[in-house]
């Protein structure tokens, strides 16, 4: 192993030894996602017993919608609440006295962000299918494809929220758990982008997270792959990434440059 992978996966460890020793934190990973499944189990159930084929196939657009949705939603808060840890145990300017630097840093937040997301929704993946009958491998091998798609929004997203956290400190911590909710109306989960006002539809159709899910709905309504909407969701991740990772290692150099990294959070 390279000295460089030996700084990230020493960043991993320290952050699996928390869950190894701390249970309630395995089980709070998994419990939204679980709750979110069963909430819309029952709703897909309803509309399944409609006895309709139209209700039938909104039932498993909205419980594909639900799993991909928390892969976002877990990646992003994945990655900023492993950031924010960091800080609430007094580690963050321990963590820059030492050798590893900020490219390996944010290595080290996506691991675990996957890491997260993984313990978080294959559960959730299971129940769909014990309980409803709903597999979301059914998409193909695209629905790899629209997993990661939303995987690389949600780190583009928590670049953004710990970009604000090192330069307003605690009062941006929030964020890490409301903003995706905020883009959700936008990021048609459970509706097609059509439905938005067509003032707000050029809003939509600038988040990745859009793309995919008009993507997924092809995939299971009409049975073929938008390889189109494929292709504009990982173009707008890439242009989100280097965004959010450009203003990161700003506010990192001028957090530095203030001192902030020793009393963030204060």
């Known amino acids: 192993m390279t000295p460089s992978l030996r700084r990230?996966?020493?960043?991993?460890?320290?952050?699996?030894?928390?869950?190894?020793?701390?249970?309630?934190?395995?089980?709070?990973?998994?419990?939204?996602?679980?709750?979110?499944?069963?909430?819309?189990?029952?709703?897909?159930?309803?509309?399944?017993?409609?006895?309709?084929?139209?209700?039938?196939?909104?039932?498993?657009?909205?419980?594909?919608?639900?799993?991909?949705?928390?892969?976002?939603?877990?990646?992003?808060?994945?990655?900023?609440?492993?950031?924010?840890?960091?800080?609430?145990?007094?580690?963050?300017?321990?963590?820059?006295?030492?050798?590893?630097?900020?490219?390996?840093?944010?290595?080290?937040?996506?691991?675990?962000?996957?890491?997260?997301?993984?313990?978080?929704?294959?559960?959730?993946?299971?129940?769909?299918?014990?309980?409803?009958?709903?597999?979301?491998?059914?998409?193909?091998?695209?629905?790899?494809?629209?997993?990661?798609?939303?995987?690389?929004?949600?780190?583009?997203?928590?670049l953004g929220c710990t970009s604000l956290i090192l330069r307003y400190g605690a009062g941006a911590e929030s964020l890490a758990w409301s903003v995706l909710f905020g883009i959700a109306p936008f990021a048609a989960v459970f509706y097609p982008v059509s439905t938005l006002p067509v003032w707000l539809q050029p809003v939509a159709l600038a988040l990745p997270a859009a793309h995919v899910f008009e993507g997924m709905r092809a995939a299971l309504m009409e049975g073929h792959v938008a390889w189109g909407h494929l292709a504009a969701a990982y173009a707008l991740n890439a242009l989100w990434l280097a965004g959010t990772g450009w203003l990161f290692m700003r506010q990192l150099r001028a957090a530095r440059v203030r001192g902030a990294l020793l009393n963030i959070g204060e």
Not at 60 to 82: D, Y
Request: hydrophobic share 60%.
């Open 8 to 158: 990230v996966w020493g960043l991993v460890y320290r952050h699996l030894a928390l869950y190894r020793r701390s249970p309630p934190r395995v089980i709070e990973l998994m419990y939204w996602p679980i709750l979110q499944m069963i909430v819309w189990g029952f709703m897909t159930t309803y509309l399944t017993g409609l006895q309709n084929n139209v209700a039938s196939a909104a039932a498993g657009v909205l419980l594909g919608g639900v799993l991909l949705w928390e892969a976002a939603l877990r990646s992003q808060m994945g990655f900023s609440i492993s950031f924010l840890e960091e800080i609430w145990s007094r580690n963050l300017g321990h963590i820059f006295v030492s050798p590893l630097r900020p490219g390996e840093l944010v290595a080290g937040l996506m691991a675990m962000s996957v890491l997260r997301t993984l313990i978080g929704v294959v559960p959730a993946i299971l129940l769909a299918w014990l309980l409803y009958a709903f597999n979301v491998f059914d998409m193909g091998p695209a629905m790899v494809l629209f997993f990661t798609a939303l995987i690389l929004m949600g780190w583009a997203v928590a």
